[in-house]
């Protein structure tokens, strides 16, 4: 029915929408990032659990399995800081286009972890990142911290997202999910307390503004995200919501210079430099789609 696939398209675009949305709020809420990191996965693990209460789902694991997925939640929780904090060092623009460079580190961390040889063509959209990196971070100097940072983050992710890769084909999405939620946060807790912060009242003090953007991030930017993103692919294809997602750092930018127009507008140099890390994640997306199906059909003529 097309009315029914074209409901499905236009759900995956609102949850791409929000993936970006996530970098605004970033820019919105005035704690610091390991704060705001905690907050986040604490809800989230709350909301979560009650979503799982209400499905009745069986979230029993062995404690070798809880060991991976607290690893795989500390990664996480090591993205999202260093995300933020890249917003924070530097603006919204810095830290999207230097998280689109995850396809790059993807290209040599993915034959490691499934034991694949390196592609030609991923080693030179590898260079063609690096340029557009390059291009970037000589016109930006003044937001070094932020650039480096947001490299960090872009391997992190990178780091996580193959990993959930390898558990994706064993156990339940939203199980996996829960337990790094709970994990991140009681890496989060130990890694505040031996920092000397501690969880007291100003810690708890927000303003009201704070509270609501932290909400909405916990709720809607990562349970419901993630849950949506979970069940569209029940309708669209892998590829196609992969693809679709690599547009977040467009999204976010856009939304960033009209939102913050005075702090976001960048040099001509850097928009060459995004537009060529973009294009390139895009580009690797489609090329693999293509190799991917030539494969499969190959497969059924023999």
């Not at 999204?251 to 507008?265: D, W």
Request: charged share 10%; hydrophobic share 55%; glycine share 6%.
């Amino acid at each position: 029915m097309p009315n029914a696939k074209l409901k499905h398209y236009l759900h995956l675009h609102l949850l791409v929408f929000i993936a970006g949305f996530t970098a605004i709020l970033g820019e919105l809420i005035t704690i610091g990032a390991l704060a705001l990191v905690w907050y986040r996965m604490a809800i989230a693990g709350i909301l979560m659990l009650l979503y799982i209460k209400i499905i009745r789902l069986n979230i029993k694991i062995t404690k070798r399995t809880f060991l991976q997925f607290s690893a795989a939640g500390i990664i996480i929780a090591l993205h999202w800081i260093t995300f933020f904090e890249a917003i924070n060092q530097a603006n919204v623009s810095i830290a999207l286009a230097m998280f689109s460079s995850g396809a790059f580190f993807a290209s040599f961390i993915e034959p490691i972890f499934f034991k694949r040889r390196i592609l030609g063509y991923e080693i030179l959209f590898g260079l063609i990142v690096i340029l557009g990196v390059f291009l970037i971070t000589s016109s930006e100097m003044g937001y070094i911290n932020g650039i480096v940072l947001g490299l960090l983050s872009a391997l992190f992710s990178t780091l996580f997202a193959v990993i959930n890769g390898r558990f994706i084909e064993r156990y339940n999405a939203t199980v996996i999910s829960f337990y790094e939620f709970i994990s991140g946060v009681l890496f989060l807790t130990v890694f505040i307390l031996l920092s000397g912060m501690e969880f007291n009242a100003e810690f708890f003090t927000l303003s009201q503004m704070d509270w609501i953007y932290i909400f909405i991030l916990a709720s809607v930017c990562t349970a419901y995200a993630f849950i949506g993103a979970v069940e569209v692919m029940r309708y669209i294809s892998p590829y196609t919501v992969i693809l679709s997602y690599n547009l977040e750092p467009v999204y976010g930018i856009a939304m960033a210079l009209i939102l913050f127009p005075e702090t976001e507008k960048m040099s001509p140099q850097f928009y060459i430099g995004a537009t060529l890390v973009i294009a390139t994640v895009l580009m690797d997306a489609v090329l693999k789609n293509y190799k991917k199906r030539k494969t499969k059909t190959n497969t059924i003529i023999n």
